[in-house]
């Protein structure tokens, strides 16, 4: 993946309203861009598998916990502005392994 000169992204009407907000550029994970929240511990980024991006609390490779996640559109290289959904390893088990508790 390249980045598209995007430095930021906005959430808005998330389901889990502490993911809505504005997220700065942090670098990459899994060879596509990474997003980090202006003010709370959360990023956007690229699954291992790099097939979804994914929503999730811990900044690094490897997360338990993603929160909402979305399939990557062939040939784009930011996250597509529709489609995500609750991801199903949203869960209070795998919140607790990464160490997160703002699970709900």
């Given at each position: 993946f390249t980045s598209r000169n995007v430095f930021m992204l906005e959430i808005q009407g998330a389901g889990l309203t502490a993911v809505n907000g504005f997220y700065e550029l942090d670098g990459d994970a899994n060879g596509g861009p990474k997003f980090k929240h202006a003010t709370a511990q959360f990023w956007i980024?690229?699954?291992a598998l790099k097939s979804t991006w994914v929503i999730c609390p811990v900044d690094g490779f490897?997360?338990?916990t993603c929160i909402y996640k979305v399939a990557c559109i062939e040939g784009e290289t930011t996250?597509?502005?529709t489609g995500w959904i609750c991801a199903r390893d949203y869960d209070e088990r795998r919140a607790k392994k990464d160490g997160w508790e703002g699970f709900v």
């Open positions: 980024r690229l699954s490897t997360c338990h996250p597509p502005e």
